[in-house]
Each structure stands twice: as C-alpha cells, then as structure tokens.
C-alpha cells in the first residue's frame, strides 16, 4: 500500500472554528489532491498540487484554502467550518498527475455541528 | 451536465451472473481512463486502468469507446466479494485532475 495518512480520521467540530486536515506521504509523488465524499456526489475535487508551493482549485474550492510547503504534506483548510461541510475527506497522490495510479488515503471523517 | 456520468444502480445480480457497466464523459480531450472500486468505508482503489484496445484482467474486462466517449467495465461469473461501488475515473489532457463519476453500487446475492 502506498505510504498515506491522513490526521486526525475523526473529526467533530462547531460552526465557525477553523479546521485543518494533514494529508502526509512516503511515496515522493508530485501530485497531490483533495477530495470530499458525500452520497449522491461521488467524490469531487477540492484542490490539488502539481509540486511545492504549487497549488490548484478544483470544483469545489470555495471555503477551503490549502497549502504545501514539502513534498510530503498537503494540508486543507476550513477557514471558518459549516454543516455544509460535514463529509468524508480523501487525500490522494499520483506520481504522473494524468496517466498513472491515484493512491488514496483512509479519509477522515468530519462533522459540523 | 456533469463532466463523467454513470447509472448509481443498484445492480442486484446472483451470483454467477455477467454485470455491465457503462459510463460517459463530456470532455473530447479526455485522456486516460479508470475503473476503481470502492468498499462500504473504505477508500477507492484501482480496479483496472482502461486501454483504446480494450483490455481484461482475469474475469475483469473494460473497453473504451472514444467516438460515442464511453466506457465500460464487464464483470463475468460474480462473485460475493464483488459486491462495492465501481467508480468511472477520467483525466484530461492539460491538466492534472482525475475526475471521477458518483459510482455504480453493486450487489451480488447468495
């Protein structure tokens, strides 16, 4: 298995904090990716990073905020969390970003109250 | 119109029995093609990669299709640990995105 975590994998947390999310990696991959899970959706792209510093919005970017300062973390930031964002978040890295594997983290689990 | 659709079933087959699934994408510039597979809590992990020459993976087969822009996964004699959802992976060329369809659940029954 690819060398993914993501911290925490529960979160319950109140309208209005912030909230961060760690994806880590091991594999040395370029491309990293966030996405959320929600029934119904399937899993849509948040933001994505093609290398350090170097980063993406997806389809569903608005109010979260990412960052990647090295190659192995990308964190996702809920600035001011809602209950529209109570979902399952998945970490992802692919060593190509178009034509390779996407590896998946275990997901963390976040609840807005 | 969502960029890659599929049918969200659920498919009930017995076991034994052949599933088809098929999936569209919007996008001509699409470039490389996917079918993961997703267990109930689990995080999804690739099925089988699919080729322009179609391709098989032991009872696993998937074909592409890029003039109607479809393809489709066939799952011979079924068994129950087939049972998940299939999900439809899509990149385009130029950028660095794997979109995926909401998945197609899968049932297989005693």
């Known amino acids: 298995d690819a060398g993914i975590t993501q911290s925490p994998r529960h979160k319950v947390t109140e309208t209005g904090t912030p909230v961060t999310l760690r994806c880590h990696q091991t594999?040395?991959?370029?491309?990293m990716y966030w996405y959320r899970q929600d029934p119904g959706h399937g899993l849509r792209l948040i933001h994505y990073?093609?290398?350090?510093?170097?980063?993406d919005k997806g389809e569903v970017s608005d109010g979260y905020s990412v960052s990647r300062s090295k190659t192995e973390d990308f964190l996702l930031t809920l600035e001011s969390a809602t209950s529209s964002q109570t979902s399952v978040y998945f970490c992802?890295?692919?060593?190509?970003?178009?034509?390779?594997?996407?590896?998946f983290g275990e997901g963390s689990r976040l609840t807005v109250l | 119109r969502k960029e890659v659709e599929q049918d969200p079933g659920p498919f009930n087959v017995p076991e034994g029995a052949t599933v088809a699934f098929n999936c569209t994408y919007s996008?001509?510039?699409?470039?490389?093609f996917f079918w993961y597979r997703q267990d109930c809590r689990k995080e999804p992990k690739l099925l089988m990669s699919?080729?322009?020459s179609g391709n098989e993976d032991g009872r696993f087969t998937a074909q592409l299709n890029r003039a109607s822009q479809y393809i489709s996964l066939l799952i011979r004699d079924s068994k129950l640990s087939d049972s998940a959802t299939y999900l439809c992976?899509?990149?385009?060329?130029?950028?660095?995105?794997?979109?995926f369809g909401t998945g197609t659940r899968l049932k297989v029954l005693a």
């Open positions: 992802a890295i692919s060593p190509t970003g178009d034509t390779g594997e996407l590896f």
């Open positions: 594999e040395n991959h370029r491309y």
């Open positions: 990073s093609y290398g350090v510093k170097d980063t």
């Open positions: 996008n001509s510039a699409s470039q490389s």
């Open positions: 699919v080729y322009s």
């Open positions: 992976v899509v990149t385009v060329a130029g950028t660095y995105k794997y979109i």
